[in-house]
């Protein structure tokens, strides 16, 4: 589709597991984001990747978190020996270069359950 | 530090009644001002955007949102609510005087349209 896909969809993992999210962002935007939605908790920012920029890292909550970009398209966000407080769901967002539209597409989302 | 504040977890309105769902900013420089909804187990979906220009702004839906420079409000309405307006709203700020890129998410609001 023409649309921001991520997979899986939902994903159960047991505490200490690695686990990996995969985003693939609408072709041609330049931009693509990584946000984390907690219950009560609204929509906390991750990491954003720019086009060959280095990424803004600032949001990722502990070194036990990174995520890359490869060729500037596709996007994998990994979360090393989880923890019970990573379950939340996991957006993915991109755009064309913020200064031209502002709007971020969104993608449905990774829903991590860690036991 | 950039942030908005939605102080309002969840508001109640009647079918057919006009809308108000509240948002404050705090910005450095001159805000960006979005809306996104979210409706149950999808991704957000783009509303509006203040850029500049006519502090009112329409957007999808039959949505509207004014943006108050004194008051740094930006606050999303709708002149006669429908029950499919029920979802999660939630407003962002992007600080164009700062020196990062990321958009900033409110806690979001739980907007329930009753029949």
């Known amino acids: 589709g023409a649309g921001v896909s991520q997979s899986p969809s939902n994903k159960v993992t047991e505490k200490g597991k690695d686990v990996e999210l995969r985003c693939d962002p609408i072709s041609g935007h330049t931009a693509l984001y990584w946000y984390r939605q907690s219950l009560g908790q609204g929509l906390e920012f991750l990491i954003y990747?720019?086009?060959?920029?280095?990424?803004?890292k600032s949001g990722l909550p502990s070194d036990r978190f990174s995520a890359e970009r490869t060729g500037g398209s596709v996007s994998t966000l990994t979360i090393q020996r989880t923890q019970q407080e990573d379950s939340a769901v996991y957006l993915c967002a991109s755009s064309f270069f913020f200064a031209n539209t502002g709007e971020l597409f969104f993608g449905e989302g990774s829903r991590l359950t860690v036991l | 530090a950039q942030s908005v504040a939605q102080p309002e977890d969840q508001v109640n309105v009647a079918e057919g009644n006009p809308l108000t769902v509240k948002c404050t900013y705090s910005v450095s420089g001159n805000p960006y001002l979005f809306w996104y909804v979210q409706y149950p187990n999808r991704g957000l979906q783009f509303l509006l955007k203040y850029i500049t220009g006519d502090n009112l702004v329409k957007g999808s839906y039959g949505f509207e949102a004014e943006f108050n420079k004194s008051q740094t409000s930006f606050h999303l309405k709708k002149p006669s609510a429908l029950v499919s307006d029920s979802a999660l709203y939630f407003c962002a700020v992007r600080d164009m005087g700062g020196a990062t890129n990321k958009l900033i998410f409110g806690t979001g609001t739980l907007l329930a349209v009753q029949p």
């Open positions: 990747f720019q086009g060959n920029s280095a990424p803004d």
